[in-house]
């Protein structure tokens, strides 16, 4: 079969909800591009109101983003060699965080011999995770800033000391303090791009004792963070493109690391906010949230607010103000009880709640309208206080519902919305945020847009970051090459059987400017370049093999670390952001599909191919029978 000729199928925030096009392609994005979030939350203090959501034009979105790149500090965008902020996030991370069978292994290296030995390792992975046809890579610059500052201390040594045999050479130890990542060098894929089962993500060369301990470090850094990245762009692409994601997992999440880390890489798969304050600080993530049914729960009675007078807002300096708010809010609840009459069963406390959130927020008036009734109590209260905002200058910015049927319930309130914009002639009103919550995964999402809803933003948390759906990616770390001979494990199970030898992988490009095949060669074949037509096999079925017209080639290795520097620029969090977007907005829908999504092709060249089975052959045993 040829290919080339289009090969189809076998939080809360301001947002801009418009479609962005893609600079790779020309096709539209399926993507919003905010780099700021915060629906509610921020600023306490009484000035300007944050833009509403909607639209917005996106030339102003462009110039603003890359005033805030031009902006971002200097540490973040050059190669981070000498920066006090180079370090791993944790500071666990280190040559002891390993598994203890690697620093045994390295000792009977050690004693063999062969501890110098240059070899070669690759990290991949066998099976896309959640059912689908697509990975995200994540976690590369935690492993380079692992690789700059691998040491054992003293005290490291003083603990092998006591756990090896009393009879282990002093010299081992000896060697083991002194090590360091000088020797090895590192080939990657970048972080953020989409990647494919056996495509390895990082091919590890140096020194073979070294090597070998750094296996479990680099795993535990890339399989966590891969998985959760690809958890959130799957939730992104479930949600739709002009739907805002916040992410809100601490609490639930896998501990504080855990927790540090979905929000650092959820926010890098799509996700637009959390409500992680020390990833917001650590990572210039958006921070965004509101308040929790307890706080609503905490009034009574109009007696428990305090500081009922309110500026207003076109009004900073004090000439006009509203010395009673809440006598305010009640005069808009009498004119809602006229407006629906038997279908408003206010409960007290809770308006009395929604106008002490906001006397405090008067400018991110947010509220949860789900304690009591949301329809008949919740709503209809909020809208009172919004009513009351509005003839100050303020703009409300919307709701949170967090139970029952959210589909059903969204679209009732934005009813309510379009009633009270109507007859209070405020039409913004009818615009207003809904925010939806309440224990929702992937499929609630495919569920809501199956069944329609008045959604504008999700809230997610347990199972965005415990990846409820598949709890490990499962990538491997396994030996390719040793002192120039290429490896390969032999297994009767395929999946385990690894592609020998030093390897560097293309991504070949359709006519259509979208990937069709990954490439994988030995690294002295001659690179594959536009034009050509290559054919590319399957690197353990004979019959599966596909003609490429290459229109485009994408090196997808580079030289990340060498001589113990890391050797290319490091984007920001928000650049890596915006590159997951943009890569997965240039592949075939049909690999990102949530349903039966087509497989996409990962092959060998011929030679390679011809090696592999030719040294398969050679070290499988040979069966005799009489």
């Given at each position: 079969m040829e290919v080339g000729q289009e090969e189809e199928e076998g939080m809360f925030g301001d947002h801009n909800g418009g479609l962005r096009e893609n600079p790779t392609n020309g096709r539209r994005s399926p993507f919003p591009r905010e780099d700021e979030c915060n629906i509610s939350g921020g600023k306490a203090l009484r000035g300007e109101s944050p833009a509403r959501p909607g639209p917005v034009p996106m030339d102003h979105y462009d110039d603003a983003r890359d005033s805030a790149l031009d902006g971002e500090p200097q540490a973040k965008r050059r190669i981070q060699e000498d920066s006090a902020q180079d370090k791993p996030m944790n500071p666990m991370v280190g040559a002891m965080l390993t598994d203890y069978?690697?620093?045994?292994?390295?000792?009977?290296?050690?004693?063999?011999?062969?501890?110098n030995d240059p070899a070669v390792f690759d990290l991949f992975f066998r099976k896309n995770p959640f059912q689908g046809e697509f990975t995200i890579f994540a976690g590369l610059e935690e492993c380079l800033h692992f690789l700059k500052h691998f040491r054992f201390t003293q005290d490291d040594i003083k603990f092998l000391r006591d756990k090896f045999p009393p009879t282990t050479e002093q010299a081992f130890f000896d060697y083991l303090l002194g090590l360091s990542c000088a020797g090895v060098q590192i080939y990657a894929v970048d972080e953020g791009s989409v990647v494919f089962p056996r495509t390895p993500l990082l091919r590890v060369e140096g020194p073979l004792a070294v090597v070998q301990m750094l296996e479990t470090t680099l795993l535990t850094l890339v399989n966590y963070a891969s998985l959760v990245a690809t958890n959130a762009a799957r939730y992104r692409?479930?949600?739709?493109?002009?739907?805002?994601?916040?992410?809100?997992?601490l609490r639930r999440a896998q501990?504080?690391?855990?927790?540090?880390?979905?929000?650092?890489?959820?926010?890098?798969?799509?996700?637009?906010?959390?409500?992680?304050?020390?990833?917001?600080?650590?990572?210039?993530?958006?921070?965004?949230?509101?308040?929790?049914?307890?706080?609503v729960s905490s009034f009574s009675d109009e007696s428990e607010v305090a500081g009922r007078s309110l500026l207003h807002k076109d009004y900073p300096d004090g000439t006009k103000k509203c010395p009673d708010f809440w006598a305010l809010v009640m005069k808009y609840y009498e004119k809602m009880q006229e407006l629906l009459g038997a279908r408003m069963s206010s409960i007290r406390g809770e308006l009395v709640a929604f106008t002490a959130y906001a006397l405090a927020f008067p400018n991110d008036y947010?509220?949860?309208?789900?304690?009591?009734?949301?329809?008949?109590?919740?709503?209809?209260?909020?809208?009172?206080?919004?009513?009351?905002?509005?003839?100050?200058?303020?703009?409300?910015?919307?709701?949170?519902?967090d139970?029952?049927?959210?589909?059903y319930q969204s679209i009732e309130c934005r009813n309510i919305f379009k009633r009270v914009a109507q007859n209070f002639e405020r039409p913004k009103m009818e615009k207003m945020v809904i925010v939806a919550s309440n224990d929702i995964n992937e499929q609630t999402l495919h569920s809501l847009q199956a069944q329609g809803h008045a959604i504008d933003a999700f809230g997610i948390g347990t199972n965005l970051v415990t990846c409820e759906k598949q709890p490990a990616l499962g990538c491997v770390y396994k030996i390719v090459q040793v002192k120039g001979v290429p490896c390969m494990k032999i297994s009767a199970d395929l999946a385990k059987v690894t592609i020998p030898g030093r390897k560097v992988c293309y991504r070949l490009f359709?006519?259509?400017g979208q990937p069709i095949c990954d490439l994988m060669q030995t690294v002295d074949e001659p690179a594959p370049v536009?034009?050509?037509?290559?054919?590319?096999?399957?690197?353990?079925?004979?019959?599966?093999?596909?003609?490429?017209?290459?229109?485009?080639v994408e090196v997808l290795h580079k030289l990340y670390f060498s001589d113990g520097k890391i050797t290319q620029r490091l984007p920001s969090l928000t650049e890596l952001r915006s590159m997951v977007m943009t890569r997965l907005a240039a592949m075939r829908k049909d690999h990102l599909r949530h349903l039966n999504p087509t497989p996409y092709k990962v092959s060998v060249t011929p030679r390679l191919y011809d090696f592999m089975h030719k040294l398969w052959l050679d070290r499988a045993p040979v069966v005799e029978v009489a």
């Open positions: 069978y690697q620093i045994t292994m390295a000792f009977a290296y050690w004693r063999s011999g062969k501890h692409l479930a949600a739709g493109p002009d739907k805002l994601i916040m992410e809100f997992g501990g504080p690391d855990g927790g540090m880390s979905a929000s650092r890489y959820c926010f890098m798969g799509g996700c637009n906010a959390t409500s992680n304050v020390l990833a917001g600080k650590k990572f210039n993530i958006p921070v965004s949230g509101t308040h929790a049914h307890a706080f947010l509220a949860l309208i789900d304690t009591y009734d949301l329809l008949r109590s919740g709503a209809p209260n909020f809208c009172c206080v919004a009513l009351a905002l509005g003839d100050l200058g303020y703009e409300a910015r919307g709701v949170r519902l139970s029952g049927d959210l589909a359709g006519k259509e536009a034009g050509d037509r290559v054919l590319c096999r399957h690197p353990f079925e004979e019959s599966k093999r596909v003609m490429v017209v290459i229109s485009k």
